[in-house]
């Protein structure tokens, strides 16, 4: 894939385009992870302009106020999971289903602050706005070539999924009624898989399914009632998913091989993402890390192996850290750091953890998919 020669017939389409200098290095203290050594694929985010990640940060402190959780980072029962709720507030994506549709989820569909799928060169940190996706459209994942991109946007009050072709330009919408999909993943044989939530018995079922041959029908992988956000194994040998309520105690399931396959729990986690090699998986869980005020629940980046059979952790500073994203050569991690007051920033550090700095600055990038 011909990297700049997509990011030119990009800015054809785009809304603004925002440059940034290297601020966020220095503004961070961690400086000694220098862009010229990240790869040069671009990450796709949930950009929000400054004013608009100024409002929407505003919105998710009222409503922790409101919520009684003004109090939350001295109360180490209620940290972990004050944070993991500012961040669905803020981002207007609810993680699980609750809000696979406009009318669920506290939310009525996307507003004027919600956030626009945009393209992060991590090299120059240069971010352009894809103006081809509507106001609310988030990313979901690259196909292993980076020539082709899952996006996901409302579509008659549902989440549905699109596809954005690199070379072409072209938009071609993936999923449909009934129900509504709001996440995916390419699966083996360039199949997509994808999560798909419908309403039985008056209950909302959320499942794991897998296209046909040809992309035109999808069959189930897994029964539900709470099986979410598949993850693919670039290899195509496996998939992750979590299977719910999502939520601090959602488990990470994997299943390999895709069609079939037995089903191993890693454990508590949300967000999986695998590696280049497809060996491992990285996700965030809640863990309880002691603190100058004593005992509270963060979320942390962790990494296993596929197989289960080794676990570990980033213990990294004050942050609850969510989303991680690896880098086309498996080499560094970006994900989505939280401090105490609600600020969302995009960070990148090596996968052995060292060598960490922000990204982003400006507004918000959030939810990478590199």
């Excluded at 081809?132 to 008659?156: C, E, I, K, N, R």
């Amino acid at each position: 894939m011909n990297v700049m020669g997509a990011r030119i017939r990009l800015s054809e389409s785009v809304l603004g385009v925002v440059l940034l200098g290297f601020l966020g290095a220095l503004f961070s203290g961690c400086a000694g992870l220098p862009t010229s050594e990240l790869p040069d694929q671009l990450i796709a985010v949930r950009y929000l302009m400054p004013e608009q990640e100024r409002r929407e940060r505003e919105r998710a402190m009222e409503s922790r106020e409101r919520s009684g959780q003004r109090s939350a980072p001295r109360n180490a029962d209620r940290r972990g999971v004050a944070d993991f709720d500012d961040l669905t507030r803020l981002l207007g994506l609810d993680r699980g289903h609750s809000s696979a549709t406009a009318s669920s989820g506290g939310r009525r569909g996307p507003g004027r602050d919600s956030p626009r799928l945009a393209f992060l060169d991590p090299r120059s940190l240069e971010v352009e706005i894809f103006a081809s996706a509507l106001p609310g459209s988030y990313p979901v994942a690259w196909d292993v070539d980076h020539t082709h991109l899952l996006f996901g946007q409302f579509v008659d009050g549902y989440r549905q999924l699109f596809e954005y072709d690199v070379r072409s330009e072209d938009v071609r919408r993936v999923t449909s009624e009934p129900g509504a999909h709001p996440w995916g993943c390419y699966g083996p044989d360039g199949r997509i898989v994808v999560e798909s939530v419908r309403r039985l018995d008056k209950r909302r079922i959320s499942r794991i399914e897998i296209a046909e041959p040809g992309g035109h029908r999808f069959t189930p992988l897994t029964d539900g009632p709470d099986d979410l956000r598949p993850a693919c194994s670039p290899r195509g040998d496996a998939i992750a998913y979590v299977r719910g309520p999502w939520g601090m105690k959602a488990q990470i399931a994997v299943r390999s091989p895709v069609v079939e396959g037995p089903v191993r729990l890693l454990g508590a986690g949300v967000d999986p993402s695998f590696s280049p090699d497809g060996r491992s998986l990285f996700y965030t869980s809640a863990r309880r890390v002691r603190t100058q005020n004593g005992l509270e629940e963060r979320w942390r980046l962790r990494r296993a192996l596929v197989t289960g059979l080794r676990r570990g952790g980033f213990e990294k500073g004050p942050l609850n850290e969510f989303e991680p994203a690896i880098s086309p050569d498996g080499r560094f991690v970006a994900y989505v750091g939280v401090d105490a007051d609600l600020k969302h920033l995009l960070y990148v550090r090596r996968v052995d953890g060292s060598d960490e700095r922000i990204l982003f600055l400006d507004g918000a990038a959030l939810g990478p998919i590199w």
